[in-house]
């Protein structure tokens, strides 16, 4: 597609369950980047991805979240034992490689944890 | 630390100009950029400067960098009901090239 593709849009959940969000970049885009937008709050970063670098995964909020990028390409960001607090939408953005702060994201999954 | 600050709510009425103001703390940050993002929609890069720079003027918008006291304002003149959105000012830290430190976001309403 043209530009970056989130699924789902919205999950709901039962507290103490496991969820996935799924994130397909735009192609070529050799970097990628979660972010969490909380009612009310700016954005929160989570991880990046570049190449076949190390993510730089400091923004991860517990070990209860983890994320991977397959093939250089989709994203998965994985939430365990998912708590009231991570109710969220979880934003996903791609960016092409010298083009440094021009983010393309996409829509975003909205995420209820009940 | 790394923050970017931003008051969270304007309201204008239609026709007139918006200011939406943004502090942050790496006075070494290169670049700075405003992002809009409409309801139910991710953000859009609207438009960025580099710290060089003391102001970028792109039609209706005006950017202008105050590098001493480290404040960004993004200037839309004439308000229009379409420019209903929520403006974010991100910067680029020098202590991580890889990370993207948005603030918290202004919520611009237009009204009649």
């Known amino acids: 597609g043209a530009g970056v593709s989130q699924s789902p849009s919205n999950k709901v959940t039962e507290k103490g369950k496991d969820v996935e969000l799924r994130c397909d970049p735009i192609?070529?885009?050799?970097?990628l980047y979660w972010y969490r937008q909380s009612l009310g709050q700016g954005l929160e970063f989570l991880i990046y991805?570049?190449?076949?670098?190390?993510?730089?995964k400091s923004g991860l909020p517990s070990d209860r979240f983890s994320a991977e990028r397959t093939g250089g390409s989709v994203s998965t960001l994985t939430i365990q034992r998912t708590q009231q607090e991570d109710s969220a939408v979880y934003l996903c953005?791609?960016?092409?490689?010298?083009?440094?702060?021009?983010?393309?994201f996409g829509e975003g999954s909205r995420l209820t944890v009940l | 630390g790394e923050d970017v600050e931003q008051s969270l709510f304007l309201s204008v009425r239609e026709g007139d100009s918006s200011v939406i103001n943004c502090t942050y703390t790496?006075?070494?940050?290169?670049?700075l950029y405003w992002y809009k993002q409409e309801p139910g929609a991710g953000l859009q890069l609207l438009t960025y400067?580099?710290?060089?720079?003391d102001m970028k003027q792109d039609q209706r918008l005006t950017v202008l960098l105050n590098k001493k006291d480290k404040h960004l304002s993004l200037r839309i003149a004439d308000t229009q009901t379409g420019d209903s959105a929520i403006y974010f000012c991100a910067e680029i830290p020098s202590s991580s090239a890889s990370k993207i430190i948005f603030g918290s976001g202004t919520r611009l309403s237009i009204r009649p």
């Open positions: 991805f570049q190449g076949n670098s190390a993510p730089d």
């Open positions: 400067i580099f710290s060089n720079m």
């Open positions: 192609s070529g885009h050799t970097a």
């Open positions: 790496d006075s070494s940050s290169t670049y």
């Open positions: 953005a791609s960016i092409l490689e010298g083009a440094p702060g021009e983010l393309f």
